[in-house]
């Protein structure tokens, strides 16, 4: 009995300093916050006078609520603006390699050139030696094995984000299909 009041006791105890542990960290946050929205509005002040005194034209300061709705944007701007020059990139370099291996035989685009390639091309299975060949066998012994590992270097090109031997699984499950990995591979 005893030995249960002091449990309550000390359970209460507890209870209470952490409800006290919640306080003053409910008080340092309100304060943080208040000491932080004056130290940036004496600095955006200060900023403020700098810009203003510094140039005869003013451009509105833009508030501290859009800054991060400008950022993402500009994020994103970026990064498609890198898709873009990466996909021209890997363009210009696909033409000049359909260029050195097609004796000028011309296609409309490289994707396509890359899908009239793959269709010319009969579909393979990896078989055993390709599975010989990823443990360590340096040079394909078929035609068939040269083919995926053909379809396997597109889908690598394509698709660099993905892991090797992913892609390989792809194209071996596909029945070293290019056209079909690379679809299976574009809808994930």
């Known amino acids: 009995m005893e030995i249960q009041k002091m449990r ?7 209870e209470r300093l952490e409800q006290r542990k919640q306080q003053e960290e409910k008080a340092r946050r309100a304060q943080f916050q208040l ?10 002040q200060q900023l403020d006078t700098k810009v203003s005194s510094s140039r005869m ?20 701007a970026i990064q498609q603006d890198q898709k873009r020059k990466n996909a021209e990139f890997l363009d210009n370099l696909e033409r000049r390699m359909g260029a050195s291996n097609m ?20 579909r393979v299975s ?7 060949r ?12 040269q083919d995926f590992d053909w379809a396997l270097m597109k889908l690598t090109s394509n698709f660099p984000h ?15 299909d290019y056209q079909q990995a690379h679809g299976l591979i574009s809808l994930s």
């Open 8 to 14: 309550d006791i000390q359970r209460e105890k507890a």
């Open 35 to 44: 000491d932080h929205a004056r130290v940036t509005d004496k600095f955006l």
């Open 57 to 76: 034209a003013s451009a509105p300061i833009p508030n501290t609520r859009e800054v991060p709705n400008v950022l993402p944007k500009n994020l994103e």
């Open 103 to 122: 004796s000028g035989a011309a296609s409309s685009s490289p994707s396509e050139s890359l899908d009239q390639e793959s269709s010319s091309r009969p």
């Open 126 to 132: 990896p078989g055993p030696r390709s599975a010989g």
């Open 134 to 145: 990823a443990a360590g066998e340096d040079e394909p012994n078929t035609a068939s094995e």
């Open 162 to 176: 993905c892991d090797k031997d992913f892609l390989r699984d792809i194209l071996s499950q596909c029945s070293g």
